[in-house]
């Protein structure tokens, strides 16, 4: 199955600062990576994905970035938010399989 | 997208009884997973539950402790039996139009067992 590793567990920045959390995988096979975010008290809402034909999309302030070699992908968050504040998921997939969340990164952005 | 509700969204219940969870979604759906998310720590994969068939379960999930429905393709029951202090958490529920997709989510059910 997937081992899935997210770094760092727990994020403090500056509001405007940008942040960014990392996902390793152990899965070669694969070939959708999402990342969701987690509000308080909140459900998970995915909010950028990417898949393996593709090494970068951006959304505004948030883009990923994938390298399928080193079997790791990136959240970026620039000119982030207090609304920003919350807890973020990686989920690697095969499609094979379903869903396995990594085990979260806390961000925390300071007004 | 989806649109899932799920029910109940609390409760607190004596140890040594069952609680069951619904969740309806608003389309047909060919996937849907029953997660548990204890405070402060990630979704772990209870079991998928098939249309037709037993559900399948992950390591150290057992169809006895959480017994699970799916009727047809827009509804599924999680049910938490024999419930214990452990069992404290919240539940949810969750579609994937295929593998590969986009997840959704139920928005919960917070059960407390006392």
């Known amino acids: 199955g997937e081992n899935v590793e997210q770094h760092p567990s727990t994020l403090s920045v500056q509001e405007g600062d940008s942040a960014v959390i990392k996902c390793t995988y152990s899965?070669?096979?694969?070939?959708?990576f999402p990342w969701y975010k987690q509000e308080l008290g909140k459900r998970p809402q995915l909010i950028i994905d990417?898949?393996?034909?593709?090494g970068e999309k951006k959304d505004q302030r948030i883009a990923v970035t994938l390298n399928k070699t080193a079997k790791h992908f990136s959240l970026h968050i620039t000119e982030t938010q207090p609304e920003d504040s919350a807890v973020y998921f990686c989920?690697?997939?095969?499609?094979?399989?379903?869903?396995?969340f990594g085990k979260g990164t806390r961000l925390s952005v300071i007004a | 997208s989806a649109v899932i509700s799920q029910k109940p969204s609390r409760d607190i219940c004596q140890r040594g009884t069952s609680l069951t969870i619904q969740c309806q979604v608003d389309?047909?759906?060919?996937?849907m997973f029953w997660y548990r998310q204890q405070p402060g720590q990630s979704l772990t994969l209870i079991a998928t539950?098939?249309?037709?068939?037993?559900?399948?379960?992950e390591s150290g999930f057992v169809i006895d402790k959480f017994p699970i429905s799916r009727p047809n393709l827009t509804f599924s029951t999680l049910t938490v039996s024999n419930m214990s202090p452990e069992d404290s958490s919240i539940y949810l529920c969750?579609?994937?139009?295929?593998?590969?997709?986009?997840?959704?989510f139920g928005q919960g059910t917070r059960l407390t067992v006392v």
């Open positions: 539950a098939n249309q037709g068939s037993e559900a399948t379960y």
């Open positions: 899965d070669s096979a694969s070939n959708y």
């Open positions: 969750s579609v994937a139009q295929g593998r590969s997709a986009e997840a959704f």
């Open positions: 990417i898949r393996s034909n593709v």
């Open positions: 389309s047909q759906v060919t996937m």
């Open positions: 989920a690697p997939n095969s499609g094979n399989t379903p869903l396995v």
